[in-house]
């Protein structure tokens, strides 16, 4: 629906099924099909080339979700669940050579039903009405980034560059038995010139050097063979990227 020559709506609903994949299936076991239902509501505004804004709240239910199990290292049934959440994407191009993009996401991912306790498991780590785990309910980048021309003539060349700057930003992950991951947060540059065919450009990630845990889980573990194994969950993490630079150059015909 369009009411305005800038402004447009657009709604969704599906109700459909997604199979299993096989990891998830024991030696003889059936293959059991979730019922997977969502709705989704959004609306466009668009002033020509200046800004576009994209903003759509959604709902989906599923009848048996998947989730990472650390301690088998595969994915593992848990249970009905349901997310909530809206999603917002602005793009600005204020000038020819200047742009700009924000990206917020924010969800509440819920467990419904989980399965009950085993005598191999008898206190599951998840719980009805607890976050799923692993999904950070806020999620947001941006990006600012200008390019142009330096000089129009360098040996017959025009002379170009570019610019950009990035940010990410994730917040504290639920994980399993009430805990939470710290927040991440972790900025992006890159430079360039151009030359004709030539083109060299530097970019740099984790720019300020930001020790954090790209995975967080949390399970029982033991490091000693000799020692009476511990049951007790206990927290371990994946380390992320540390500064990192790449230099590209590139030559086209």
Same mark, same amino acid.
């Given at each position: 629906?369009?009411?305005?020559?800038?402004?447009?709506?657009?709604?969704?609903?599906?109700?459909?099924?997604?199979?299993?994949?096989?990891?998830?299936?024991?030696?003889?076991?059936?293959?059991?099909?979730?019922?997977?239902?969502?709705?989704?509501?959004?609306?466009?505004?668009?002033?020509?080339?200046?800004?576009?804004?994209?903003?759509?709240?959604?709902?989906?239910?599923?009848?048996?979700?998947?989730?990472?199990?650390?301690?088998?290292?595969?994915?593992?049934?848990?249970?009905?669940?349901?997310?909530?959440?809206?999603?917002?994407?602005?793009?600005? =191009? $204020? *000038?020819?050579?200047?742009?700009? +993009?924000?990206? #917020?996401?924010?969800? !509440? %991912?819920?467990?419904?039903?989980?399965?009950?306790?085993?005598?191999?498991?008898?206190?599951?780590?998840?719980?009805?009405?607890?976050?799923?785990?692993?999904?950070?309910?806020?999620?947001?980048?941006?990006?600012?980034?200008?390019?142009?021309?330096?000089?129009?003539?360098?040996?017959?060349?025009?002379?170009?560059?570019?610019?950009?700057?990035?940010?990410?930003?994730?917040?504290? =992950? $639920? *994980?399993?038995?009430?805990?939470? +991951?710290?927040? #991440?947060?972790?900025? !992006? %540059?890159?430079?360039?010139?151009?030359?004709?065919?030539?083109?060299?450009?530097?970019?740099?990630?984790?720019?300020?050097?930001?020790?954090?845990?790209?995975?967080?889980?949390?399970?029982?573990?033991?490091?000693?063979?000799?020692?009476?194994?511990?049951?007790?969950?206990?927290?371990?993490?994946?380390?992320?990227?540390?500064?990192?630079?790449?230099?590209?150059?590139?030559?086209?015909?």
């Amino acid at each position: 629906m369009k009411p305005l020559e800038i402004l447009a709506f657009r709604a969704a609903y599906g109700h459909g099924y997604r199979s299993p994949q096989a990891r998830t299936l024991a030696d003889g076991e059936t293959a059991p099909f979730t019922e997977v239902r969502s709705a989704d509501l959004g609306a466009v505004l668009e002033l020509d080339r200046a800004l576009r804004v994209q903003v759509a709240g959604f709902w989906t239910e599923l009848s048996d979700d998947i989730a990472f199990e650390p301690r088998e290292g595969r994915l593992e049934r848990i249970g009905a669940t349901r997310r909530i959440g809206a999603v917002l994407h602005a793009q600005a =191009r $204020p *000038l020819d050579w200047l742009i700009g +993009a924000l990206s #917020v996401t924010y969800v !509440d %991912a819920e467990l419904l039903e989980p399965p009950p306790g085993t005598a191999s498991d008898p206190q599951p780590a998840f719980e009805p009405g607890q976050n799923l785990p692993y999904v950070p309910p806020v999620v947001i980048r941006a990006d600012l980034g200008a390019r142009g021309t330096l000089v129009d003539d360098v040996l017959g060349q025009k002379l170009r560059g570019h610019v950009g700057a990035g940010y990410s930003f994730l917040s504290p =992950r $639920p *994980l399993p038995f009430g805990g939470f +991951a710290d927040p #991440v947060s972790l900025f !992006d %540059a890159s430079a360039g010139l151009g030359w004709g065919p030539v083109d060299l450009d530097v970019s740099f990630f984790n720019l300020f050097d930001v020790r954090y845990a790209a995975s967080e889980f949390v399970f029982a573990s033991s490091w000693d063979p000799d020692a009476i194994p511990s049951r007790v969950p206990a927290r371990h993490l994946a380390a992320g990227s540390p500064f990192t630079f790449m230099v590209t150059l590139g030559i086209s015909p």
